[in-house]
């Protein structure tokens, strides 16, 4: 539960730094990646990066996104999607005082505090991104650490990897 707009905001621009890196490593060839047969591919998972309005609607925002649910075939459409939903939810609560995070609205089913949904939107970003990493991985794609290093990233520092 964020409690200020400033903390949500230093962690969001963080967290949205390094999701956009890894999507801007993806490929077009590997957006067909698949988890497993008839689950998420790649291509949908980093579409379901991109901020939308499910969680932004009941707190009374409106935020820039793409309005389809169709994967785009460019993994550099999905990056700049990305781009500008990021920079749309950051505009969007910098409108906010720290008063309205107290303030509880119903989102999908449950009543929560507009600190809490943030909360929420910024955990569920981490949890697919961390899944994404492992698509990339498969893809043969360089993956990027976002708290701790990845393997290619220990070998940079010449420490062998855990
Ligand atoms: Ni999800």
Known sequence: MFVTVENFLADYKNEAVLTKKLLDA???AS??????????TLGELAWHLVPNDSMFKPMGL????????????????IAEQ?????????????KWDDEK????NEVFGYEWQNGLTLSLFLKHEIHHRGQLTVLM?????????????????WAEM????L
Do not use: C, F, H, M
């Open 26 to 28: 993806l490929t077009d």
């Open 31 to 40: 957006l067909k990646q698949e988890t497993a047969p008839g689950y998420r």
């Open 62 to 77: 409106s935020i820039k996104n793409p309005g389809s649910s169709e994967v785009p075939a460019s993994a550099s459409d």
């Open 82 to 94: 990305y781009r500008i939903g990021a920079d749309s939810v950051i505009e969007a609560v910098s």
């Open 101 to 104: 995070l107290q303030e509880t």
């Open 137 to 153: 991985r498969q893809a043969g794609l360089p993956v990027y650490g976002a708290y701790g290093p990845s393997k290619e990233e």
């Open 158 to 161: 010449n420490i062998p990897s």
